[in-house]
């Protein structure tokens, strides 16, 4: 759009703009007086003007309240394009721009919000975690700008994590998510065409021996072979995954691409490239921590088991 904004552009949209109108308005003033129909002097009709014997046809000008409206409404427009934006690039006389209205409210919004999120910043992410008012903006803000692809319940989808397990890709304690929401994620797992069919028929065996009984056995340990050569590198000796590469762990019955031998396939065959975005540059820091602290509860906190197993460990 800006390229439209600039230079000859503008000039060209504005100079459109006003003749058309100024073309409006001559139409307009044009057709409004009587004109063709009936002789005036004789009070005859025009020979041409009749059709099917008696059908007469008569050029009466506009209606006068038509005409008004018309006329008025070119009015409203000249004025509209004096006051406010709207011809090429020239700003308009009352200088209005909708990006300074909303920042405006922005502003409004974040002074009134200003005593809530000062509450919080004294606190540890635990602390807010356990906070009912933060949990609720908490939920809010993930509506907002999480839900779209985790899911309104953070349940995930394919190629879009579960965020209320346990099984992380980038790791779930709280540093973690930070720099995950901060600065977006970028997974590489790269293709695996080239090492042909066989050998991902193999692999695939292998992988799913970890969530199944019945094997082949010598599929199984040449994938396993093939494994150690090609995957391990990211997934791990014992493919239990690497969080510091969010190549995630093989051996669980959880997939973010499905489980299936023709899931499995594509993602050895293809590879993947799961994107979460940034978004240090969109939720200002104390929004931050409340959604830090409300998604690390989701995996942390919310769950009886967990609560249970966590206090178990910490006997007092
Ligand atoms: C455009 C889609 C998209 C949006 C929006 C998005 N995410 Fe993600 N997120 C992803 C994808 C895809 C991944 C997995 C990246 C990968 O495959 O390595 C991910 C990964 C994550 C992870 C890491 C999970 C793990 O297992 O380690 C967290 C935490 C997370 N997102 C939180 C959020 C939060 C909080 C928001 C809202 C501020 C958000 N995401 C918004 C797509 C998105
Ligand atoms: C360069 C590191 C790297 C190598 C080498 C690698 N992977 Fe991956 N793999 C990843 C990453 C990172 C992901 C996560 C992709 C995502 O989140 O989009 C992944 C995802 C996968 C998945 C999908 C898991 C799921 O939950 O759906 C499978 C299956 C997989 N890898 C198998 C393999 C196999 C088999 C090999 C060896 C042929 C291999 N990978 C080699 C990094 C690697």
């Known amino acids: 759009m800006s390229d439209f904004i600039q230079s ?11 003749i058309g109108i100024m073309v409006c308005i001559w139409l307009l003033l044009s057709q409004s007086k009587k004109s063709v129909g009936i002789d005036i002097d004789s009070n005859q009709i025009e020979n041409n003007q009749v059709w099917d014997e008696n059908l007469t046809e008569l050029n009466n000008p506009l209606p006068r309240w038509w005409m008004w409206m018309f006329l008025i409404s070119c009015l409203f427009g000249i004025g509209y394009l004096f006051l406010y934006p709207g011809l090429g690039s020239y700003p308009g ?32 992410i635990e602390q807010v975690a356990k906070d009912t008012q933060a949990k609720e903006i908490g939920q809010r ?5 999480c839900a779209q692809c ?17 099984d992380f890709l980038y790791g779930g304690n709280i540093q973690a998510i930070e720099t995950t929401i901060h600065k977006g994620r970028i997974a590489v797992m790269p293709s695996f065409v080239g090492i042909g069919d066989e050998k991902i ?5 292998y992988l799913k021996n970890y969530s199944s009984s019945s094997r082949n056995q010598e599929q199984d340990q040449r994938g396993g072979l093939a494994f150690q050569q090609f995957c391990s590198a990211c997934h ?10 969010g190549a995630p762990n093989l051996t669980d019955d959880i997939w973010l691409y499905g489980g299936s031998e023709k899931s499995l396939k594509e993602s050895i065959r293809n590879g993947r ?15 931050m921590k409340i959604l830090t602290a409300y998604v690390w509860s989701l995996s942390n906190q919310s769950k009886p088991e967990i609560l249970e197993r966590i206090q178990s460990n910490n006997p007092k």
């Open 8 to 18: 000859g552009w503008s000039v060209f949209i504005a100079a459109f703009t006003i």
């Open 93 to 124: 006389r009352l200088n209005y721009s909708g990006q300074a209205e909303h920042q405006a409210s922005v502003d409004e919004a974040s002074v009134a919000l200003k005593p809530i999120y000062e509450r919080f910043a004294s606190m540890t």
């Open 141 to 145: 803000l993930f509506l907002t700008y």
């Open 150 to 166: 985790h899911g309104s319940d953070a349940g995930g989808s394919t190629g879009f994590p579960n965020l209320t397990d346990q």
């Open 201 to 205: 028929i193999d692999l695939v065996s």
């Open 236 to 245: 791990g000796i014992d493919a239990k995954g690497n969080q510091i590469l």
């Open 273 to 287: 490239n799961g994107m979460m975005p940034a978004h240090e540059n969109t939720i200002s820091l104390e929004k």
